[in-house]
């Protein structure tokens, strides 16, 4: 809102409706941008490579058609919520979550031999389900949305705990994995690895 005063003040009426129509424009493209990535993702990552594996294309566009929904009412409510919530504070949290349960298994995957698909995904949920627990239980939703007197977990960030708990997470479920399949990944991951850091062996990108 500070660009938003300044152009008022600078330029007038004038300035002020042509920044307020390039922010409008901005936050509208990021909008759309955001709801298509995560559209796509469910439809075609989620639902027609693990859920539904060979689903037809029409099915992947009804699928998309209803995400965009979901989303879209989820991302309605979490804004009433959130509404006198500081812009910069809402980025810092999410950038928090997603980093739960993303950077230990991109970490470990780039460098851990023993890393299983059943440990990165056991791992990662429970990241990424300690960092939206703690973050319910935290100041800003426990007091300042649900309007409890004291917070149940103290601080306002909770990725140095949920971090901590996706690597123990990744780590205990992928040495726990004695299947035929997790010891075939380990047994890859040499290959991978010299592969990642020297780019011997790479082929053509294939077609999708």
């Given at each position: ?75 309605i409510i979490l804004g009433v919520l959130f509404e006198n919530q500081n812009i910069a504070f809402m980025v ?117």
């Open positions: 809102m500070a660009a938003v005063h300044l152009a008022n003040a600078v330029g007038g009426n004038l300035f002020l409706g042509f920044i307020s129509a390039v922010a409008f424009a901005t936050i509208l493209a990021v909008v759309a941008g955001l709801t298509l990535a995560g559209a796509s993702a469910v439809s075609h990552d989620l639902y027609a490579n693990v859920f539904r594996k060979g689903a037809t294309e029409r099915e992947e566009l009804k699928v998309s058609k209803i995400t965009v929904l979901v989303l879209g009412v989820i991302a810092g949290l999410a950038f928090a979550i997603a980093a739960s349960c993303n950077f230990p298994i991109i970490l470990l995957s780039m460098y851990w031999s023993k890393l299983t698909t059943r440990g990165a995904m056991l791992g990662g949920w429970l990241g990424l389900l300690t960092a939206v627990v703690l973050m319910i239980l935290g100041p800003t939703i426990w007091v300042q949305i649900l309007g409890h007197e004291k917070a149940i977990f103290p601080y306002e960030y909770p990725a140095l705990f949920s971090i901590s708990v996706a690597f123990l997470g990744i780590w205990f479920f992928s040495a726990t994995d004695n299947s035929a399949e997790g010891n075939r990944e380990r047994e890859q991951f040499r290959a991978q690895f010299i592969r990642s850091q020297t780019g011997f062996g790479v082929q053509q990108g294939r077609a999708h």
